[in-house]
């Protein structure tokens, strides 16, 4: 998606950043975040069934995984005791999303045990399930096991450019090709809810091969507060599927992309963490093959917490003048 698509020139500003508007929206209550007030704000209708509306959908028009996901959370999250956390949630999108519609979501109350607790939440429009998917929360258990990689050594988030920031520069640029103009134009039209700096943006005019590996800082937009650990992990399940599948594809930029949507997705909280504090997003993919990618990505707190890791695969087509030149 559009997180990756920087200059590489554009890291670092030549002067420190501070978007005093957003500082000052991640500090006051009065300004909440959509994603409370609205993106993860389930209508109930029934016992353990919910509606939710679509509030941003990316320009190919489909509904955006996250939503699906952080929706989803939210529905189980709301049938189970306040002594216990999300930790671990697993995924398959079935369908494809229809963005006219809301999408109803049906909970499941499958097992209530002494340490866990699981519930299976089925997505559905037009009378068939789109998603499914199971979630387990734990009740707090102290363990002198533990342990945990280094978070990687970064700019802070302060020295580098948003991507809307990065999207003017691009439009400033007199040799952009039209149809890259127009496209970042929609973008820069677009009201998603959560903010992006890229760390090592690629080169957009030079679209060469890279390793798939991308690190951007990530929060969501507006106040959230200390609040219910739950719902910091509902946030974090919308935001880890940004730009996520197209870390599989930084070594095929040479290819034209016909489709590209997630198949499946999986996350795992391991730490207290604000959704509305900047996290880093380290994203890789391992492999790629037969029409399909994998991804793997670790949210990490600024102290160098982890907070939670997320895994991905989603199909990947290209261009039908693409493969005949394999061919």
Known sequence: MAASMHLEELQEPDEPQTDLATEAASSSPDLRSVLVTSVLNLEPLDVDLFRGTHHWVPVTRRLFGGQIVGQALVAA???????????????????????????????????????????????????????????????????????????????????????????????????????????LTKMLAQEVPIEIKPV??????????????????????????????????????????????????????????KFMVSLDHSMWFHAPFRSDDWMLYECESPWAGACRGLVHGRLWRRDGVLAASCAQEGVLRVQENDLKSKM
Not at 100 to 107: G, M
Not at 203 to 225: C, N, S, T
């Open 77 to 183: 999250a709301k049938s189970v005791s306040d002594d216990v956390q999300a930790h671990s949630l697993h995924c398959y999108f079935v369908r494809a999303g229809d963005p006219k519609i809301p999408v109803l979501y049906q909970v499941d109350r499958t097992r209530d045990g002494a340490s866990f607790s699981v519930r299976s939440v089925k997505a559905i429009q037009h009378g068939q399930p789109i998603f499914i998917c199971q979630a387990s929360f734990q009740r707090l258990q102290p363990s002198p096991l533990q342990h945990q990689f280094p978070m990687p050594s970064v700019p802070p988030p302060e020295q580098l450019f948003t991507h809307e920031q990065l999207i003017e520069k691009y439009l400033q640029n007199p040799n952009l090709v039209e149809k890259y103009r127009r496209g």
């Open 200 to 257: 090592n943006p690629p080169d957009m005019f030079h679209r060469e091969p890279r390793d798939p590996k991308q690190l951007f800082w990530v929060r969501a937009r507006g106040y959230i507060g200390p609040g219910d650990m739950k719902l910091h992990c509902c946030v974090a399940a919308y935001i880890s599927d940004y730009a996520f599948l197209g870390t599989a594809l930084l070594p095929h930029l040479q290819h034209s992309i």
